[in-house]
């Protein structure tokens, strides 16, 4: 298995660029089941989840091929197999993208549940209780959704609680519905955003994405089209509060300032000084690093996919946080492996005190989930000594050439089988 390396201690300075969103990616790569046509996406990171959902859609039946800039172009012209299987789902939960999709388009599909995960239970009901409403037939039998509708119908849906990949699948199976749904309560994550914008360019009908209420008329085919993926502002985040809390100064490129608004503030309150473009970003750090307390919430409210990297942030910072995670039961993975690095923090059900010590220390720790690893890498940069991560599997779920951009950066990290 495979480890990172990492001797802290350097403020990280220089200019990176900011690969696709993953959590665009992996949905956009999904609405190429509902066309015979080619779609064409750029822009896509090179990581595991995205090779792990072409695998899949490759076994449905799309024909897909990748140019030499990862330029992917999938045509489902015929699918074969209906079908997403437990070892798949199970690696990579966000295979349940395919389900509405593939019963828009083919009027059948057979997914597995994805059960529990390291950060939280994850049910799906929404999505079932979404597609059920559109008049689609729902057995669970045997672990796996059996879903059946000769023509999805348009409806009015109230989703009871705000689901990202809940949205995107129903505003998929929607875009081939007959008639109009309404999704009200539906996320406004700017993922699920670039996902309608694709979709509206396959030529689906979609008002109000980025809203809490989207409306899709359905219409009899979609289409052919290039699509380029937006970029990704966890990625950005991640790499932002690596310069703030080793203290240095970084120029992110071929990003967005217009979606990071929650995370920005935050900095900004900690003692970054920042300044942006329409596609760059650049942090300088000339004060002293000052706690931040944050709540998890629904965009545009902060991202839990920031809350562990602000936790070490936190852990280095004057004063005391408050981090109250309100989207998942059991998010707090890293904050006993930080402990272990020297970290001050308390937890207490949804909610982590963080005290900042002057320092972290190095030591050997162990990655649980992708972000939680992301928080470990950030803390090994910033502690005296050497930290040893294992299971960075994880990481390559979610972060392109992690330890080369963070080298380009002044980072001594490696990695070690
Ligand atoms: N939920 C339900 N029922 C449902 C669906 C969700 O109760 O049918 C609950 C979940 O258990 C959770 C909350 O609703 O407590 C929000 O979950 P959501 O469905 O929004 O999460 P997701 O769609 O499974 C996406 C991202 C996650 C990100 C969350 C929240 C993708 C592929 N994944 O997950 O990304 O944390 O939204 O923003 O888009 C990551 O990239 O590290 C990651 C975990």
């Not at 899709?216 to 089209?225: A, C, F, P, Q, R």
């Not at 650049?282 to 690093?289: G, H, I, Q």
């Not at 010590?357 to 649980?368: F, K, P």
């Not at 040893?388 to 950066?409: A, F, N, P, Q, T």
Request: charged residues 20%; aromatic residues 4%.
């Amino acid at each position: 298995m495979q480890k990172l390396i990492i001797h802290g201690g350097t403020p990280l300075s220089g200019e990176v660029y900011i690969s696709g969103a993953k959590n665009a990616a992996l949905p956009i790569l999904c609405a190429s089941l509902l066309t015979r046509e080619t779609l064409r996406i750029e822009n896509v990171p090179h990581l595991k989840d995205v090779i792990t959902m072409m695998g899949l859609l490759e076994q449905i039946g799309i024909n897909i091929s990748i140019d030499k800039k990862f330029g992917i172009s999938l045509t489902a012209a015929h699918l074969s197999s209906l079908v997403a299987p437990y070892e798949m789902v199970k690696t990579m939960r966000a295979a349940i993208l395919v389900l509405g999709p593939m019963l828009a388009r083919a009027g059948k599909a057979k997914v597995s549940l994805p059960g529990g995960c390291a950060i939280g239970l994850r049910p799906v009901d929404q999505h079932i209780k979404g597609l059920r409403a559109m008049g689609a037939k729902i057995d669970i039998e045997h672990g796996y959704i059996h879903a059946k509708a000769n023509q999805l119908i348009g409806t009015h849906i109230v989703m009871d609680i705000v689901t990202v990949t809940g949205t995107e699948n129903l505003m998929m199976a929607a875009t081939l519905a007959d008639g109009t749904t309404v999704l009200e309560n539906a996320a406004r994550e700017p993922e699920v955003t670039d996902l309608a914008n694709c979709l509206v360019s396959m030529g689906a009908k979609i008002y109000g994405a980025g809203s809490g209420i989207i409306t899709i008329e359905g219409v009899k085919s979609l289409h052919s089209t290039t699509y380029q993926v937006m970029p990704d502002r966890i990625e950005t985040g991640t790499f932002l509060v690596a310069a703030a809390a080793s203290g240095g100064e970084i120029h992110l490129k071929k990003t967005r300032v217009d979606i990071l608004d929650a995370v920005l503030d935050k900095l900004v309150e900690s003692g970054a000084e920042i300044e942006s473009g329409e596609d760059w970003i650049s942090l300088k750090m000339n004060n002293a690093l000052k706690s931040v307390s944050l709540r998890t919430s629904p965009y545009p409210a902060f991202p839990t996919d920031m809350q562990a990297q602000f936790m070490v942030l936190n852990s280095v910072a004057e004063g005391t946080a408050i981090i109250t995670e309100t989207i998942f039961e059991n998010r707090f993975m890293h904050a006993q492996e930080l402990k272990r690095m020297s970290a001050c923090i308390e937890v207490e059900g949804n909610t982590a005190v963080v005290r900042g010590v002057t320092n972290l220390d190095g030591a050997s720790v162990m990655a649980t989930d992708l972000r939680a690893s992301a928080s470990l890498v950030l803390a090994g940069l910033i502690a005296q000594g050497e930290t040893i991560i294992d299971r960075v599997y994880h990481l390559d779920r979610g972060y392109e050439r992690i330890e080369e951009k963070l080298s380009w950066l002044g980072a001594k990290i490696k990695r070690i089988n």
